[in-house]
């Protein structure tokens, strides 16, 4: 199949590097890697299986390969690509560009082993700076509020530059918590208040993502054992770790997506929460943080082994607080390995 790809992380998986001006082509058994002279050096060390292209226009270039190649068509994933320069290309070619959405989500929705090791490595360097984490918000978190909290969970998340983030770190207090992807207010943390913290960090440009949801006492650790004041609290932590545990436990390879996300979402609604559900299960989680599989009550997705997803259902009440628990998981001989 002839391809086309613009989007940074489907180039990296096709030939071990990416940049910020790329495109890349795949003609049969031939590949080409289009960029600019700033990259020549790093293009020229790292690219692997594909010629490198140096020209400024990159899409100049590209159609002289197509036309070079007699191309008569080729596929492309219309989300990676802005309007302007897919024109670039459409509008002075007769060229067939058929329309593939997900292309390259969908070559990479099965992990080799390699990147189940390096997945596996993300995960436990996202535990280990949760871990830190803690203690940071234990010593000199309570009185600051969710801005400089976050500030915090960034820098140790990345270990002060060492890795990258999968995505902005989510830190939020109480009633901010049932925003399901909440943004920092100027809200303080005083000791006991409920506290979420969604985030990851990124290994070999593989994501990881965690989240955890804990009553900020004095010695509190972001693990999955929370003991609540507040009855409601509890009761629905209580729901939600079910939920997450009955997922881990009984999910299969063979099983439907929307199988999956019927093992935490039955728990929740039986539990009276259903409609403070308002996410699906879980999302594939690769070189981008959010890609194949989708676990959500619509998807027909088969689940297969080398698939990695996360499992994170959640209850969010609007006023009063919104709890998540959320592990990535791997679908190994037929059964879920937590990551």
């Not at 998986?13 to 082509?25: I, K, Q, R």
């Not at 960034?154 to 902005?168: E, P, Q, T």
């Not at 609007?318 to 037929?334: K, L, N, Q, Y």
Request: charged content about 30%; overall charge positive.
């Amino acid at each position: 199949m002839n391809y086309m790809l613009k989007d940074e992380n489907a180039i990296y998986y096709e030939c071990g590097y990416s940049c910020d001006n790329a495109l890349y082509l795949r003609l049969g058994s031939e590949a080409h890697f289009i960029t600019d002279s700033r990259y020549t050096i790093d293009a020229r060390e790292h690219v692997k299986g594909a010629k490198v292209v140096i020209n400024g226009d990159l899409y100049a270039e590209a159609l002289k390969i197509l036309k070079q190649g007699k191309v008569k068509k080729v596929h492309f994933d219309p989300k990676e690509w802005t309007v302007a320069g897919f024109e670039k290309l459409s509008s002075k070619s007769r060229i067939t560009f058929k329309h593939t959405l997900d292309l390259s989500h969908k070559k990479r929705i099965i992990k080799s082993d390699k990147e189940l090791e390096i997945l596996a490595k993300a995960a436990k360097l996202g535990k280990k700076a949760f871990k830190m984490l803690a203690k940071e918000f234990r010593k000199h978190g309570f009185g600051e509020d969710e801005f400089t909290l976050t500030h915090k969970a960034k820098a140790i998340l990345g270990d002060f530059g060492k890795y990258d983030l999968s995505f902005d770190p989510i830190v939020a207090i109480n009633a901010n918590a049932a925003k399901p992807h909440a943004t920092p207010t100027s809200t303080t943390l005083v000791k006991n208040d409920l506290l979420l913290v969604d985030a990851g960090l990124k290994y070999k440009r593989y994501c990881s993502d965690r989240t955890r949801t804990v009553q900020a006492g004095k010695y509190f650790t972001f693990d999955t054992h929370q003991i609540f004041k507040a009855k409601k609290i509890q009761k629905a932590y209580d729901t939600v770790l079910k939920a997450h545990d009955n997922a881990i436990e009984k999910a299969r390879s063979g099983m439907k997506a929307k199988k999956v996300d019927a093992l935490t979402r039955d728990i929740i609604e039986k539990a009276g929460f259903g409609k403070y559900y308002v996410h699906s299960t879980g999302h594939g989680v690769g070189l981008d943080i959010h890609e194949m599989p989708y676990i959500s009550s619509k998807s027909d997705t088969i689940i297969e082994d080398g698939m990695v997803y996360t499992i994170e259902p959640g209850i969010y009440i609007p006023g009063e607080f919104g709890i998540r628990i959320e592990d990535m998981v791997a679908m190994v001989d037929g059964k879920v390995v937590v990551l």
